[in-house]
């Protein structure tokens, strides 16, 4: 496995494939787990040759975030790296590297990001497209994929790819869960045994919202309950039902809705969601 840090470094092993060559990407800000892995696993199969990134980016983290927290493990990450398979593995160490002119041009899409994580998030989307753009412009994969737990994400990065004619393709893969039921994230390493065990609500209320959607309940507020006591006790950011093709608030489910979540425990932000399709 190759470790490059440059941007040219990146570039210069990009135009050394011929164009017979199908390149497979995985985006990430690192501390690997099983989540990251299955999409490493699934490029694997994908490709001829599999890209991974690991960039904790700073433009993506408002002034209030855990930028400084969040956890860091590279050695880690690259052992689990060369386990899938990944032939580059791009690891800039220095924000710069990537915003050399610092942050000056920007991608955003609109509109999808009104609710949801980027209306509490102010331009968190923002930087998350800008730095999937620069990322994209690099490695000019074929495929890239993506985890459906940030399902927001997904959908504004599948917008993002078709309205810049970026090329390849965007993949969505399924949420990788505990055996217990929490949705698998990096920040879950921030949680003390206390707050873990407390932010096992969230899957259990998915699952309540789920079952009522399966005895055929099809209003938005009776099928969203009490979330706040179902939450107990924690700190709900947002707790809605929206479309799951433009991501704008539903107050009866007729076509596929998402049921999405995002609360904190023990002061650590976790989201999660859940497709409900009639």
């Known amino acids: 496995m190759l470790v490059v840090r440059t941007c040219s470094e990146m570039q210069v092993w990009r135009a050394s494939l011929g164009h017979a060559t199908r390149v497979a990407f995985v985006p990430t800000m690192g501390y690997l787990h099983e989540g990251h892995l299955s999409l490493l696993r699934e490029a694997r199969r994908r490709g001829d040759r599999l890209v991974l990134s690991i960039f904790v980016n700073p433009t993506q983290f408002g002034p209030n975030e855990d930028l400084a927290r969040y956890p860091r493990d590279e050695a880690g990450d690259l052992a689990k790296a060369s386990e899938c398979g990944v032939d580059v593995a791009f690891c800039p160490t220095d924000p710069r590297e990537l915003y050399p002119h610092g942050t000056n041009t920007w991608v955003e899409v ?12 102010p331009g968190h989307f923002r930087g998350v497209c800008t730095v999937v753009a620069k990322l994209w412009g690099l490695v000019r994969p074929d495929v890239a994929l993506f985890g ?4 927001q994400q997904l959908a504004i990065l599948r917008r ?3 309205d810049l004619f970026l090329g390849g393709e965007v993949v969505g893969m399924p949420i990788v869960r505990e055996p217990d039921g929490l949705a698998m994230s990096s920040r879950n390493a921030n949680l003390s045994s206390e707050a873990r065990a407390q932010a096992l609500a969230i899957s259990r209320w998915l699952a309540s919202v789920r079952q009522r959607f399966a005895a055929g309940e099809r209003d938005a507020a009776a099928l969203l309950g009490d979330p706040a006591a179902a939450l107990a006790p ?10 799951a093709d433009d991501l704008q608030p539903v107050t009866e489910v007729v076509r596929p809705a998402l049921c999405a979540v995002a609360a904190f425990f023990g002061g650590v932000r976790l989201i999660d969601n859940t497709v409900l399709r009639p």
């Open 110 to 121: 609109q509109e999808l990001d009104r609710h949801l994580c980027g209306a509490s998030r």
């Open 160 to 162: 993002m790819h078709a």
């Open 234 to 243: 924690g700190r709900i950011d947002y707790a809605s039902l929206v479309d």
């Open 148 to 151: 459906e737990k940030d399902f």
